[in-house]
């Protein structure tokens, strides 16, 4: 029952550099979701798709992209990776969007 | 959307009761209130929802006054294992979707 997986869990980038995080999900979900958290802080929502073949802004969606690419997969990307997102990166999915979310283990980037 | 308000931290010892207070003074009529946990270097982890009164799950227990300006989580028995991030959120019901706002969380510190 493996849930949300993100792949991969660590990753460094050298700034300008590009990077597509994935994220599948088994549980059937209609909604989906990208956070990032920085030290010591909590979770700001990236960019979610309430639906397949929907997705929208969060709160801090510059400098990054996302593709619903069907109803198990949520992918993010930086284009031109830069110090500031440096960060983990976690996604989580929800049978509806008032539902509660079942998160992944987080994929730790770090872009020097 | 609802603003929450928790203290930053907090300390216990293993096997007490620990209480942790959020405060949503502007909650409007149709929200829900939902609790999170996070362990270090994993993704946040659902605990408990409710509307009013009280709601007791084999984890926690989630009371909410009449008034519903606040809600306390209850954990019963704490141990070591139960130090962690907890975060409350506030979300509408009705929505198909809400964008749920993490803040910072409270970190309990279990002591043996």
């Known amino acids: 029952n493996a849930g949300v997986t993100q792949t991969p869990k660590f990753q460094v980038l050298k700034t300008g550099q590009s990077m597509t995080l994935q994220c599948a999900q088994d549980?059937?979900?209609?909604?989906m979701y990208w956070y990032r958290q920085d030290p010591g802080m909590g979770l700001r929502l990236i960019y979610y798709?309430?639906?397949?073949?929907?997705?929208d802004k969060g709160e801090v969606p510059n400098g990054y992209n996302v593709s619903r690419l069907n109803k198990r997969e949520f992918s993010l990307r930086l284009e031109s990776a830069a110090p500031s997102q440096t960060s983990v990166y976690f996604c989580?999915?929800?049978?509806?969007?008032?539902?509660?979310?079942?998160f992944g283990d987080g994929t730790r980037l770090s872009i020097l | 959307l609802a603003k929450t308000t928790q203290p930053i931290s907090m300390d216990s010892y293993e096997g007490q009761e620990v209480n942790i207070t959020c405060s949503h003074n502007?909650?409007?009529?149709?929200?829900?209130i939902t609790w999170y946990q996070q362990f270090p270097s994993q993704g946040p982890r659902f605990i408990i929802q409710g509307y009013k009164t009280k709601v007791t799950n084999e984890v926690a227990s989630l009371f909410i006054p009449a008034d519903r300006k606040s809600s306390t989580l209850s954990l019963p028995r704490v141990s070591l294992s139960d130090t962690a991030v907890y975060y409350c959120?506030?979300?509408?019901?009705?929505?198909?979707?809400?964008?749920?706002?993490f803040g910072s969380g409270t970190k309990l510190n279990v002591k043996p």
């Open positions: 549980m059937n979900h209609n909604s």
């Open positions: 502007n909650i409007a009529t149709n929200d829900y």
């Open positions: 959120l506030v979300g509408d019901m009705r929505d198909n979707f809400n964008k749920f706002y």
């Open positions: 989580a999915s929800s049978e509806t969007g008032n539902q509660p979310q079942h």
């Open positions: 798709s309430a639906s397949e073949g929907t997705t």
